[in-house]
Antibody, heavy 113, light 106 residues
């Protein structure tokens, strides 16, 4: 069974940094591009970016590329999202996905002082 | 960026009814269109990809159609378990999502 389990969310102050993790199981992680998507409290869905199966290439939403970094460790079957200089508008549930057909349960991030 | 306009934002329908949700892209997305179902507190679940291909395990009462910039999701014979939010997503040029449709029972 394909499983994606995010962690690392929580309450964070504006301007701080936060790193989310997503541990994958049930498939060969190193064979797949992986993505991050977030959903705001108002239910708006926004693609953050993706990373090639070997970690050699990343794509980002233009509005986020200067603050967010996606990486992966294939030996640990883990995907990461490094968020820096977070803002209140980054408050959302963050999902890692394997393509379109597998999504994690989400990690909640709240940016507030 | 490709913008996705989804309508309606909310929909109320009776059991057994047929419902249609529409999505319009700001440019031709060449059938690079997916539909998702999301229930409260859960992650999105893929229903349709390539505009009209049913994902594995999805009931056949769900169907997708369209081309170019106009796409739709149809649910035949609405069941209680179909109460959820539905999102379209284009993947022709990176990913962008529609604003969602909240489907409730009348």
């Amino acid at each position: 069974e394909v499983q994606l389990v995010e962690s690392g969310g929580g309450l964070v102050q504006p301007g701080a940094s936060l790193k989310l993790s997503c541990v994958a199981s049930g498939f060969t992680f190193s064979d797949y591009w992986m993505s991050w998507v977030r959903q705001t409290p108002g239910k708006t869905m926004e693609w953050i970016g993706d990373i090639k199966y070997d970690g050699s290439y990343t794509n980002y939403a233009p509005s986020l590329k200067n603050r967010f970094t996606i990486s992966r460790d294939n030996a640990k079957s883990t995907l990461y999202l490094q968020m820096s200089n977070v803002r209140s508008e980054d408050t959302a549930t963050y999902y890692c996905t394997r393509g379109m057909d597998a999504w994690g349960q989400g990690a909640s991030v709240t940016v507030s002082s | 960026d490709i913008q996705m306009t989804q309508s309606p934002a909310s929909l109320s329908a009776s059991l057994g009814e047929t419902v249609t949700i529409e999505c319009r892209a700001s440019e031709d997305i060449y059938n690079g269109l997916a539909w998702y179902q999301q229930k409260p507190g859960k992650s999105p679940q893929l229903l349709i990809y390539n505009a009209n291909s049913l994902h594995t395990g999805v009931p056949s009462r769900f169907s997708g159609s369209g081309s170019g910039t106009q796409y739709s999701l149809k649910i035949n014979s609405l069941q209680s378990e179909d109460v959820a939010s539905y999102f379209c997503q284009q993947y022709y040029d990176y990913w962008t999502f529609g604003g969602g449709t909240k489907l409730e029972l009348k």
